[in-house]
């Protein structure tokens, strides 16, 4: 094996786990970018990776949702988790509209241009 392939110089590099701050600011760029601004959880599941590249950790299955990746259960968070302050729905980026569809707010699209 020539040097250059031996596996003491060949090291896996690792992406960190997204954070759940991460896929929030992501999805709210999903439902900027959408009709109406409005999403279906998953239509926002099916997007997410086209815009964000998944580690393999990310990609693991979720130990307390069956059939679920790591990254898929940290998109249903973002509702679970809106009394952290951090939260786009605590924050008023993005409301409920309907069972499992959210939208994003006139406070998340001036978020998103601040940001720009």
Known sequence: MPPYLSTSIIREVSMP???????GITVLHILAN????EATVEVLKAELPKHIDLS???????ETRTNEELW???????????????NIFHQGFV?????GVWRITPVGRAYIAAAA
């Open 95 to 99: 409301e409920v509209v309907a069972r």
């Open 17 to 23: 786990r997204l954070t759940e701050r991460r896929v």
């Open 34 to 37: 959408r009709p109406n601004g």
């Open 56 to 62: 393999t950790d990310d990609q693991a299955g979720s």
């Open 72 to 86: 898929e259960q940290q998109v249903r968070n973002l509702k679970s988790h809106e009394p952290t302050s951090t």
